[in-house]
């Protein structure tokens, strides 16, 4: 089974299965992003929406994409907000984006399943305005240590999602050798992980050089 295919099945009942992962991601993503505003985002592997709902109060418009077809069909029953669209798209392959149209791009719990981070680094790099906020979310590589991958059961079979390990240095090599800066790294426990390694890793990653942030502002911690 494909990636894409193993999501399509799994939207059918993503949004009621149990998935501390995903309410986790969820919930980092509201306190990262909730108190900030943008003009214009981009929201790479939307799946049914449930951080398109938080996007669509802080981005003045989003452009939500996914590559399964049923995601898609979830999100748009699900969210009917005027400024959030929707497409269908392989983030693996150039974006349909004009350069510098987008003031943050979203990614959560997908580069998991893309074996090159690279390709999507520098299209994130191309997308954003100057100055612009890549925020990133994914299953933390500890876990995959232990065997965690994203999967889920219909009918009494369980279902792996095919899957590529990154280590933190990973992302931010390639974050760094496409143009970006790392303004924040954290990682997360679900409430239930307790004495267990982080579930999540989150960054922020902002467009231009550390010497070039200094130089625009002064304080490379400014969003």
Same mark, same amino acid.
């Given at each position: 089974?494909?990636?894409q295919e193993g999501y399509t099945i799994w939207s059918e009942t993503y949004?009621?299965?149990?998935?501390? $992962?995903?309410?986790?991601?969820?919930?980092?993503? #509201?306190?990262?992003? !909730?108190?900030?505003?943008? +003009?214009?985002?981009?929201? =790479? *592997?939307? !799946?049914?929406?449930?951080?398109?709902?938080?996007?669509? $109060?802080?981005? *003045?418009?989003?452009?939500?994409?996914?590559?399964?077809?049923?995601?898609?069909?979830?999100?748009?029953?699900?969210? &009917?907000?005027?400024?959030?669209?929707?497409?269908?798209?392989?983030?693996?392959?150039?974006?349909?984006?004009?350069?510098?149209?987008?003031d943050l791009v979203v990614c959560n719990l997908v580069l998991e399943h893309?074996?090159?981070?690279?390709?999507?680094?520098?299209?994130?790099?191309?997308?954003?305005?100057?100055?612009? $906020?890549?925020? =990133? &979310?994914?299953?933390?590589?500890?876990?995959?240590?232990? !065997?965690?991958?994203?999967?889920?059961?219909?009918?009494?079979?369980?279902?792996?999602?095919?899957?590529?390990?990154?280590?933190?240095?990973?992302?931010?090599? +390639?974050?760094?050798?496409? *143009?970006?800066?790392?303004? #924040?790294?954290?990682?997360?426990?679900?409430?239930?992980?307790?004495?267990?390694?982080?579930?999540l890793l989150s960054f922020l990653f902002t467009k231009g050089t550390v010497?070039?942030?200094? !130089?625009?502002? *002064?304080?490379?911690?400014?969003?």
């Amino acid at each position: 089974m494909t990636i894409q295919e193993g999501y399509t099945i799994w939207s059918e009942t993503y949004d009621a299965d149990t998935n501390r $992962t995903r309410d986790l991601d969820a919930q980092i993503t #509201a306190l990262v992003l !909730g108190n900030r505003r943008f +003009a214009s985002i981009l929201e =790479l *592997g939307c !799946g049914t929406g449930k951080n398109t709902a938080l996007l669509a $109060t802080i981005g *003045g418009t989003v452009r939500a994409v996914d590559f399964s077809e049923g995601m898609i069909a979830r999100a748009k029953a699900r969210i &009917s907000a005027p400024n959030v669209t929707f497409a269908a798209a392989n983030i693996a392959e150039p974006w349909d984006a004009l350069a510098e149209s987008f003031d943050l791009v979203v990614c959560n719990l997908v580069l998991e399943h893309l074996e090159h981070l690279s390709p999507v680094f520098a299209e994130a790099h191309r997308a954003l305005s100057q100055r612009g $906020t890549f925020f =990133l &979310s994914e299953l933390h590589p500890f876990r995959q240590y232990d !065997g965690s991958v994203a999967n889920f059961s219909q009918g009494g079979t369980a279902t792996e999602i095919p899957a590529f390990l990154h280590n933190v240095s990973d992302f931010v090599t +390639a974050a760094q050798g496409k *143009g970006f800066a790392v303004q #924040a790294l954290q990682e997360w426990w679900h409430d239930d992980d307790a004495g267990q390694p982080p579930r999540l890793l989150s960054f922020l990653f902002t467009k231009g050089t550390v010497i070039e942030q200094i !130089g625009a502002s *002064g304080d490379i911690s400014k969003p």
